[in-house]
């Protein structure tokens, strides 16, 4: 079998139309959606991040406004920024970029944000409604992939989907997500870690294999089931002396191999990433559309 290539780039680009027509209607109430987003420090990864997140703000017809501050800011400094954002009507949206430079921060930070304006969805509040399966907003990444299924014609109502990867960002979430009583979820999950005895004993059973474990190579051919369908969520930078920039990105699953005998497939680039991003627009739409009761 070779597999069917899920192509992200495309569905996102479907939906960010979708998302640009709410902005336009809504623009004739009096409210544009906007996004304030915050950079601390000079990661460049965050900084291209960043960078991306603005451009599609202003494609989709959505204002954004950018605060940068140094990797040396306060904890102080770091939450007047927030709190500004907070109470700032123009505002819909907040967008903290981690890492912070100070992960310690990190907690705190994430708690000051308005929950009302909390479209990456990181604050306890929505992680708890999230969890209850009450209306919220859905962390991007994990909403993402969850979209790039539906829209490919891949249910999970009733599939094994088994998860690797336990971090708060996208394995935590879409465990709970997929669990749920709704459309998007209704799956028998399993989630596997660093601390999993055999990954491939759970793996080779799934219908869906969502890799988000943050390492090469993390699923190989063997692990896969004839006919599952791989989600890879993994960006990892390998050295490369034959690019210009010497370096390249590949996922968690070693492809060529897995895409031999999958069903379905993303790549990566093009694959999960242009999601994140789009329903991060998803979130601010909605947020803008709550404040006029639309
Ligand atoms: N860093 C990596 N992914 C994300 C994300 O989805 N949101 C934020 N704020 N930071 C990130």
Known sequence: MSAK???GKLIAQ???AEIKQGVDELKPRGVTPGLG???VGDNPASRSYVTAKEKACAEAGMYSE???LPATATKEEILAVVRGFNANPKIHGILVQLPLPD???EQAVIEAIDPAKDVDGFHPVSV?????GLPTYLPCTPHGILHILKRSG???DGAHVVVVGRSNIVGRPLVNMLSLKNALGNATVTMCHTRTKDVGLHTRQADIIIAA???????TADMVREGAVVIDVGVNRVNDPATKTGYRLVGDVDYGPVAEKAAAITPVPGGVGPMTITMLLFNTLESARRTVGA
């Open 37 to 39: 987003v915050l950079l």
């Open 14 to 16: 479907q939906m960010r």
């Open 213 to 219: 474990a943050g390492k090469p190579k993390t699923i």
């Open 66 to 68: 950018e605060i940068r």
């Open 128 to 132: 708890g409604k999230m969890m209850l």
């Open 154 to 156: 891949y249910s999970t």
């Open 5 to 7: 290539i899920l192509d």
């Open 103 to 105: 992960s310690k921060m």
